[in-house]
């Protein structure tokens, strides 16, 4: 760990030039290690604050408020013989993303590969560093205000802290990913991390996000779809969070009622006046137009298919085979699959997550054989077995 006093071992970037040259240097690399610094309290769009690159011998602190060319970075990203080690990367990448137009690949994720490997389910960066390497990393600053400038060198070595010792992590998993023969297992889902449909909002399924949407079915369903769509719209104009312009139990309290004038609409509560004075007349033209949506085009709930008693059955013998294999890969069970993983598996294969990735590589394909009949479960100094027929 780096204490205040002692002279930084990585360059702090905050002009063009110096990630040009930054980025250049790193041009014989193979692999390094990203993470970044965020702030989205009071924003739609996350706020980019820092961006930190691990590299060979190289370390980087980039500061993208002071950088107004990001073309050398923005290629680094993209080069396809240049992996970006990140841990757990969804946010990172979304982050990126929205900064770039273009999704960083290839990607490699220990979170994901500590998965597979037998580590704790969803492991932290923290606790992966301190297993691997030994170091135990400071909490200090995870509250940090990183949009704040000048930030301290101590705030700075904390956040170097997050590639510091990743590059190690990443050595010492794709050996063991070698070494077990499961590097294949997660190359498909470490692929899907670049695709950028994963960081585009689905406007159509809005609805789904909202907390209490279960109250709400036909035309009222309707007009909570729209009115979360005419939201997410202005929260992105005006760069402000959802929750600012309308709450979600309001929203539901709007489709529940369908207010038809300004005097209804004040009635609404929890809807303030503020709310009706400024944005009153788009949510009634807003109600008023999804109310006239034919019926046929209303969204709808997933159906909630129930298992019979001998799918119920079928589903306790999946879930002890699952725990059978767990156990002999080492790998924690709530990692492989949960129940709805099972259930899913049942009702509809190609739903479930056991279907898919590494979990169909580990359990998945066992699990379709056993269900179809293929391979029987015996009992052995009770242990639990899989043969084939």
Not at 77 to 101: M, N, P, T
Not at 287 to 306: F, G, L, M, T, Y
Request: charged share 25%; glycine share 4%; aromatic share 8%.
């Amino acid at each position: 760990m780096n204490s205040p006093a002692q002279q930084p071992d990585y360059r702090y970037i905050d002009d063009d030039a110096g990630l040009a040259r930054f980025c250049s240097a790193l041009d014989e690399a193979s692999y390094c290690a990203i993470d970044t610094e965020f702030v989205r309290e009071s924003t739609y769009y996350p706020e980019l604050a820092l961006i930190q690159i691990a590299g060979g011998d190289l370390l980087g602190c980039v500061d993208p408020l002071a950088i107004t060319d990001f073309a050398p970075l923005a290629d680094l990203l993209v080069r396809q013989d240049l992996i970006k080690i990140f841990h757990s990367s969804s946010q990172d990448l979304e982050i990126l993303y929205q900064k770039f137009g273009q999704v960083p690949a290839p990607v490699f994720d220990t979170q994901l590969a500590a998965a597979v490997l037998g580590y704790s389910h969803q492991i932290s960066y923290a606790d992966l560093v301190l297993q691997i390497t030994g170091v135990q990393l400071e909490k200090k600053y995870t509250r940090a205000n990183w949009i704040r400038r000048p930030l301290s060198q101590e705030e700075l070595d904390y956040a170097m802290d997050d590639v510091r010792y990743l590059v190690a992590v990443y050595h010492e998993l794709d050996s063991r990913l070698e070494s077990t023969r499961r590097r294949s297992w997660i190359e498909r889902d470490l692929q899907a991390m670049s695709n950028a449909d994963n960081y585009e909002v689905d406007q159509a399924r809005l609805w789904q996000r909202l907390r209490g949407v279960q109250k709400l079915k036909g035309e009222r369903l309707q007009i909570a779809s729209e009115l979360c769509r005419w939201r997410e719209q202005l929260a992105q104009q005006q760069n402000r969070p959802r929750r600012w312009i309308v709450k979600d139990d309001v929203i539901v309290e709007l489709a529940r009622h369908k207010p038809a004038s300004l005097e209804a609409l004040a009635k609404i509560p929890e809807l303030s006046d503020k709310t009706v004075k400024r944005h009153g007349e788009k949510i009634l033209k807003v109600i008023a137009e999804a109310s006239r949506v034919d019926a046929a085009q209303w969204p709808q709930h997933d159906s909630i298919k129930n298992l019979n008693s001998r799918q119920m059955a079928l589903g306790d013998c999946l879930m002890a085979l699952c725990r059978m294999i767990s156990d002999n890969n080492s790998i924690a069970l709530a990692t492989l699959a949960t129940r709805k993983d099972i259930d899913n598996l049942i009702l509809n294969q190609k739903s479930s997550r056991l279907a898919q990735g590494w979990r169909f590589a580990m359990a998945g394909e066992q699990l379709l054989e056993f269900i179809h009949g293929q391979s029987a479960i015996s009992v052995e100094d009770q242990v639990l077995k899989l043969d084939s027929k």
